[in-house]
């Protein structure tokens, strides 16, 4: 069993950055597959972005692309989302997943493990 902690969201004007970061328990988080998702009210929760912390394979939502940069710091057990240019329809809830399997997927459902999420408001 993981437990998984986000943290770094708030309120930020339009351009501006956030850091958020996915804080696991365990130190088996090392060789797992992380992903951060996003859902905003009224949508269904979406991908942003994973990372496999073995082989350091990244993965980036179209949306995304350019903007956010997924990283890895194994000594201390996190993932971080670096997110920049931030629009309003950044807005969302952001949450972190993790999963044994070995190579990044997309699909929310490929997820065992999950935070509860740190919110992201994005101003004009």
């Known amino acids: 069993q993981v437990q998984l902690v986000e943290s770094g969201g708030g309120l930020v004007q339009a351009g501006g950055s956030l850091r958020l970061t996915c804080a696991a328990s365990?130190?088996?988080?090392?060789?797992?597959?992380v992903g951060w998702f996003r859902q905003a009210p009224g949508k269904e929760r979406e991908f942003v972005a994973a990372?496999?912390?073995?082989?350091?394979?990244?993965y980036y939502a179209d949306s995304v692309k350019g903007r956010f940069i997924i990283s890895r710091e194994n000594a201390k057990n996190a993932v971080y989302l670096q997110a920049n240019s931030l629009k309003p329809e950044d807005t969302a809830v952001y949450y972190c997943?993790?999963?044994?399997?070995?190579?990044?997927?997309?699909?929310?459902?490929?997820?065992?493990?999950w935070g509860q999420g740190t919110q992201v408001t994005v101003s004009s």
């Open positions: 997943a993790a999963d044994p399997m070995r190579i990044p997927r997309r699909d929310k459902n490929s997820y065992a493990y």
């Open positions: 365990d130190r088996i988080f090392s060789s797992y597959t």
């Open positions: 990372i496999s912390w073995s082989a350091g394979i990244t």
